[in-house]
């Protein structure tokens, strides 16, 4: 699956749920723990301000100044339903 897809999700996810953890990514993509632990950190580093580790819930929560990057213009919400619609079927 192509990284920006993957991206994408992660900002999808924050919007809709307001928290991603990596059991999310590894669930929907089945990949592993590492996998979606470099996803996080590839996320991070194009914008450390969009999301934050809660240690006390075990995942990362959508930070206060919050700018969809990879998502772009799409809808969140349809964004995660058509993905789930792609992946179910493959």
Do not use: T
């Not at 928290?19 to 950190?41: E, H, P, T, Y």
């Not at 959508?62 to 990879?70: I, N, S």
Request: charged share 20%; proline share 2%; hydrophobic share 40%.
């Amino acid at each position: 699956m192509n990284n920006n897809v993957l991206l994408a999700y992660i900002d999808a996810r924050l919007i809709v749920f307001g928290n991603i953890k990596s059991s999310n990514v590894c669930d929907v993509f089945g990949c592993g723990r590492i996998k979606a632990s470099r996803l996080f950190q590839l996320y991070l580093n194009q914008r450390p301000s969009n999301m934050k580790y809660q240690a006390s819930k075990k995942c990362y929560v959508q930070g206060y100044v919050f700018e969809p990057v990879f998502l772009g213009k799409r809808n969140a919400r349809q964004f995660l339903d058509a993905l789930e619609l792609i992946l179910e079927h493959n």
